[in-house]
């Protein structure tokens, strides 16, 4: 029970980190456990948006203190393997199709920054406190550091990632890590408020917005990219989710994916 999941009837399930004793510290069930749960979230048609938060007062500490002792014993092979379950973890987490809200409400440190930055919309509480503090214990961020540069930029990420200094979720919203920061007790209140966003929005259409995110995303403005956009738009106008939502405006009425 170190993942828990929760469904509810509007499909929005919450994923919680329950690991309290260690401030949800990841180890390799940890990793596996959030893996599976991730793809299977992802698979299925009765969910529309997926929480990730922790159990207690932590949101992630990053790697647990044992499975780090662990690792230290390893050779380049076993590090790499063990790396890899890490990086299809936040792979998982990163290209799920479904909407997410990390939903941070405390201390998110190295891999936990990198779960953050998975997400598609995050909300701290005033109060949480992050780190990429990999140097600090001889370390690179290696595996989260796609995703965490994608987030907050190299200027950003050449203070952070060398300095390993705490920083407060102010300042981590200000660096783009985190998109709203509330009182720890309206953290909730503002999570299903970006939950009640997203569920107005068609789920087929959503799930290809983030696959235009991730195809245009650095890449250049030339004339396979303009094709393949007009292409896309196309294809979604004449699914039956596209066809719904333009007749739904023109009926000024709510779209059937609303009236569930």
């Given amino acids: 029970d170190v993942v828990l999941v929760e469904t509810d009837a509007r499909g929005v399930a919450r994923v919680t980190l ?10 390799e069930t940890l990793i596996a456990k959030l893996t599976d749960a991730m793809a299977v979230l992802g698979e299925a048609r009765d969910v529309r948006c997926i929480v990730l938060t922790g159990a207690g007062k932590a949101f992630c500490a990053g790697g647990d203190l044992n499975w780090m002792r662990r690792t230290a014993e390893y050779g380049f092979d076993e590090n790499f393997a063990d790396a890899r379950t ?23 440190f190295g ?3 990198g779960l953050v930055s998975c997400r598609d919309i995050a909300v701290a509480a005033e109060g949480a406190k992050l780190s990429l503090s990999e140097v600090r214990l001889g370390l690179a961020p290696a595996t989260i550091s796609p995703y965490v540069v994608a987030k907050m930029g190299a200027g950003n990420a050449r203070r952070f990632f060398l300095s390993a200094e705490i920083f407060e979720a102010p300042q981590a919203k200000e660096v783009g890590l985190v998109h709203k920061v509330v009182a720890a007790d309206e953290l909730d209140v503002a999570v299903d408020g970006f939950v009640d966003l997203i569920l107005m929005g068609g789920p087929e259409a959503q799930a290809a917005s983030k696959e235009l995110i991730f195809k245009v995303a650095g890449s ?4 396979d990219l303009i094709e393949w956009t007009a292409r896309r738009i196309a294809e979604v106008r004449a699914t039956p989710e596209g066809k719904e939502g333009a007749q ?7 779209p059937a994916w609303q009236q569930k």
């Fill in 86 to 108: 890490l990086g299809k973890l936040l792979h998982t987490v990163n290209s799920v199709p479904k909407p997410t809200i990390a939903r941070v409400n405390g201390a998110a």
């Fill in 220 to 223: 250049p403005v030339d004339e």
């Fill in 18 to 27: 329950n690991r309290p004793d260690v401030r949800n510290a990841m180890n």
């Fill in 111 to 113: 891999g936990g920054v």
């Fill in 248 to 254: 739904a405006f023109l009926d000024k009425r709510p």
